[in-house]
Every structure is written in structure tokens, then in C-alpha cells.
């Protein structure tokens, strides 16, 4: 599986934001800075996390993000999908092949990893990986 740098620095993100447990607000340089992200981009991330209701943003002098909701609700799979997209499954490699027997059992083997990726995804709560 790929995750794209966007979904990376979300992730990112969100774990730095869920281990501060002194209830701060948690600028996005901050976050830029220690794990060497550029800002602006960032920014644009954490601003769909927050649209998506995983996070707030609060503005002023001790502006900055956290989460809107405890980090034992975020799967992993709330933040890929809030950031790339729904993880849909569509391969098509059957119908390219006019469904040849091969190309089908491929196709089934893709969508079964796909399915467990996301089942680990899924399970996989934000809360279990900042201890």
C-alpha cells in the first residue's frame, strides 16, 4: 500500500496533536518544523481535518489545532480518507481481459488485500499508537 505525502503528513499530524495531553492548541509550524513539512501545505491538511470535524483550529496568539474529538474515535482510515479520498477498490483487470480466468483471480486477490488493508486501517485507533 502507498500512501501519498499528503495522507503521510496528516498522520503525522494528527499523532503529534493527540500526544500533547496538556490540552494546548498546537500551531501548524510547530508541527512543519519538528517533522520538517513545508507549513502551507500542512496547513491546507490540517484545514481538512478540522472541515472533517477530527480537529479544531483555534485563531490568535495561542492559535493552532486540536483534536475535536477523543483519539480513541480517529481510525487511521478517518484520516487516509478525509485527506486522499474514499479507498475504494476498483481494479477493472477482469474487464480488460474480456475476464480471463487469470485476470480475475488477480483482481480477487486485490480486492481481498485491499479489504484487509482496510479492515487494519479501520481498527487501527489513534489513541493505541500514542501511548
Given amino acids: 500500500m502507498n500512501l501519498n505525502r499528503s495522507v503521510t503528513y496528516g498522520m503525522i499530524a494528527m499523532g503529534y496533536i493527540a500526544k500533547q ?40 496568539l495561542h492559535g493552532g489545532f486540536s483534536l475535536a474529538i477523543p483519539a480513541k474515535e480517529i481510525s487511521l482510515l478517518e484520516i487516509v480518507e478525509v485527506v486522499d479520498g474514499s479507498m475504494k477498490i476498483i481494479h477493472g483487470m477482469a474487464e480488460q481481459t474480456n475476464k480471463q480466468k487469470f485476470a480475475v483471480k488477480m483482481e480477487e486477490i486485490c480486492y481481498e488485500a485491499a479489504e484487509r488493508a482496510i479492515a487494519v486501517l479501520k481498527k487501527a485507533k489513534l489513541s493505541d499508537l500514542v501511548k
Fill in 21 to 60: 495531553t496538556d490540552g494546548r492548541s498546537v500551531p501548524s509550524e510547530e508541527i512543519a518544523d519538528k517533522f520538517d513539512i513545508p507549513n502551507e501545505f500542512l496547513v491546507k491538511i490540517l484545514s481538512q481535518l478540522a472541515r472533517a470535524g477530527l480537529l479544531q483550529s483555534k485563531r490568535g
